[in-house]
């Protein structure tokens, strides 16, 4: 790889247009509140449109929204290689989760317009919407609907806490397209993205090499009691639907404790009605998050956190439904992918390990329909979903760079392989 081992990105420029993209839904405390399919999703997606047809990249935006720039190869018959990831956040987002992957790989367009390289295959960056799922549930919607995991209608129909559907607000911002979701093979997909944990900070290490992603479900709890006076009505009559909520949070802690060391689960999302506070709550609306590396232990704390919430609510005299609304299965990654991004980072002199991811990501949907792997990066003290997210820029440099390495190998065996006539 002569040529193509002097290409390298321009981290200056990469981080200005981090930094840049940063001010579209700002918030005080340094972070981005870019929820999708809002009016600021739109600003962003419109900046990087500009961007990438500023480089004279033909741009394409599916019926979900998914946005693919795409700059020529030698063989145009060829799928792309794709670079890509979300430019949506979290209600307190950082700057650096998704963002760095979608403009990394609009950096490494950039440096090879620069450079006047030419591919064998159209490279591609990709803008997958509806990452967070904090907005719309479940995470990874849209690159979901792209691997025949969802129905694009299953989509359309998902509804935010205001009854707005993701169908409408696609369409209300103008980033509903032509192309059916998934009709768009690729020759293989590298996602670029922050750690969102402290394992390679700890380690000293600078990239990690992304052996897969830990199995996930989510679940909606609804718990009913009854609304009654908070000043009359005795203790022992009360039926308390937000005490018997309380009692369950706790219960879902407890299963991953009993599922340890590598057991997560989490209750983020909690709503009580009335909320009155001179009225005993009489339905409580909760979501929870089980994670564990290994399919069977989510089976079965699946399993054990059914039973301790049912358990609750027959104790407490309190209804319960329970609804698992997403199952995403622990993921493997593309063994010829993986050893493209190791070899690039050893080529690179970075330090680097194995990790396996414990965040969901658009990479892990892809893989069901392209080869594909992720690179990671560390962030400051693992954190995530947080205002203070913070990468070094050297680091997200580095990723990008070994991005660049592992796209042009992977392009490399595909004109290896049409000079074999294969
Ligand atoms: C996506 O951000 C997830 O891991 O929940
Ligand atoms: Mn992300
Ligand atoms: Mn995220």
Redesign the pocket.
Same mark, same amino acid.
């Given at each position: 790889m002569s040529a193509a081992g002097n290409l390298g990105i321009d981290a200056e420029r990469l981080w200005d247009s981090i930094m840049e993209t940063a001010q579209i839904g700002a918030t005080a405390k340094g972070g981005i509140c870019r929820l999708t399919l809002t009016d600021l999703d739109r600003a962003v997606r419109q900046w990087f449109v500009a961007a990438c047809e500023a480089l004279g990249c033909r741009v394409v935006v599916d019926d979900l929204g998914n946005i693919f720039a795409r700059r020529p190869g030698r063989d145009e018959s060829l799928p792309p290689i794709a670079i890509g990831s979300h430019l949506d956040t979290?209600p307190t987002g950082g700057k650096f989760?998704g963002v760095i992957g979608v403009l990394a790989g609009l950096e490494v367009l950039r440096s090879l317009h620069d450079a006047g390289y030419e591919t064998q295959a159209p490279i591609e960056v990709i803008n997958w919407s509806n990452?967070?799922?904090s907005r719309f549930a479940p995470?990874?919607l849209a690159s979901g609907v792209f691997a025949g995991a969802f129905t694009r209608d299953y989509a359309y129909g998902r509804a935010d806490r205001e009854g707005k559907t993701f169908g409408e607000e696609l369409q209300r911002i103008g980033f509903r397209g032509a192309e059916p979701c998934g009709a768009h093979p690729l020759s293989a997909f590298i996602e670029l993205h922050i750690e969102q944990g402290p394992i390679l900070e700890a380690e000293g290490k600078t990239i990690g090499i992304v052996t897969g992603v830990q199995g996930?479900r989510w679940y909606e709890a609804t718990v009913t009691g009854a609304e009654s006076h908070a000043g009359s009505t005795p203790m022992k009559l009360r039926r308390d639907a937000l005490l018997g909520a309380a009692r369950m949070v706790a219960a879902v802690q407890a299963v991953a404790l009993a599922h340890a060391p590598d057991a997560v689960a989490t209750v983020g999302l909690i709503e009580s009605r009335p909320n009155s506070r001179n009225v005993i709550p009489g339905s409580v609306f909760f979501t929870i998050?089980l994670r564990h590396p290994d399919d069977a232990v989510v089976a079965s704390m699946e399993a054990a956190m059914e039973t301790a919430l049912h358990g609750i609510a027959d104790a407490d005299g309190l209804d319960l439904a329970l609804s698992r609304i997403w199952d995403s299965p622990a993921v493997h990654f593309d063994a010829n992918c993986i050893a493209a991004v190791r070899e690039a980072a050893t080529a690179l002199g970075c330090a680097s390990g194995d990790i396996v991811s414990?965040?969901? =990501?658009d990479a892990a949907y892809v893989s069901r329909v392209a080869p594909t792997a992720m690179v990671f990066v560390p962030c400051e003290k693992g954190l995530s =979903?947080n205002e203070l997210e913070r990468a070094e820029k050297a680091d997200v440099a580095a990723g990008a760079n070994v991005v660049l390495r592992a796209v042009l190998a992977l392009d490399q065996q595909l004109a290896e392989r049409a000079a074999r006539g294969a």
């Open positions: 979290q989760d990452e967070e799922g995470a990874m996930m998050d414990g965040a969901g =990501h =979903h």
